[in-house]
């Protein structure tokens, strides 16, 4: 349980960086729309995003960026395959776990994806029309992280005592 903690606090430091780069990211996004019906459509998917930076990036920090992003999302997937080791699971902690691969799923839409207020990452954006195409996007890691502390707050408050506790 210890390593999931010290896994997640890792990876919130990185997404603390990340987040103080949002317009570079919405801009390196903008920059890899091909057509300009792109352009209206929003970001949908971290294949979506992977494929803008291996075929339409040619900017060295639009790359960096979207690697960035690339990479903390691959970091929470594999959090989630620890934490599925770290506990048998009940149906709480299966479901968010459930919920946090789902979300996590190189194909999976969150377009409708929206973070709660106290993150600011969809208001931050400015006009309705930019946190309509990206949204979704800046809204999958705090979503995740959100749900993975759930799943560590209710493993503590529910864990079974260690026999060395007795």
């Known amino acids: 349980m210890d390593e999931v903690v010290h896994t997640l606090r890792k990876i919130e430091q990185k997404y603390k960086l990340f987040k103080k780069q949002q317009f570079t990211f919405i ?26 930076k291996q075929y339409n990036c040619y900017n060295s920090t639009d790359k960096r960026i979207l690697n960035m992003f690339i990479s903390i999302c691959n970091d929470l997937r594999n959090l989630c395959h620890k934490m599925e ?20 799923n190189d194909s999976n839409d969150f377009t409708a994806l929206r973070a709660t207020d106290h993150h600011g990452v969809v208001h931050y ?5 930019t946190q309509n195409r990206y949204g979704g996007v800046v809204s999958l ?5 959100d749900t993975i502390k ?12 260690d026999e060395e506790d007795f």
């Not at 801009?27 to 019906?37: I, S």
């Not at 080791?85 to 996590?104: A, F, I």
């Not at 890691?141 to 992280?145: E, G, K, L, M, R």
């Not at 759930?150 to 005592?161: A, K, S, T, V």
């Open 141 to 145: 890691i705090p979503i995740v992280i």
């Open 27 to 52: 801009r390196a996004l903008e920059q890899t729309r091909e057509e300009p019906h792109d352009f209206i459509k929003p970001v949908s998917s971290i294949v979506q995003v992977q494929f803008s």
């Open 150 to 161: 759930e799943w560590i707050y209710y493993m503590q408050w529910n864990r079974l005592p």
């Open 85 to 104: 080791h770290v506990h048998p699971g009940d149906c709480v902690t299966n479901g968010l776990l459930e919920k946090c691969k789902v979300l996590l």
């Open 125 to 129: 954006l400015g006009t309705e029309e």
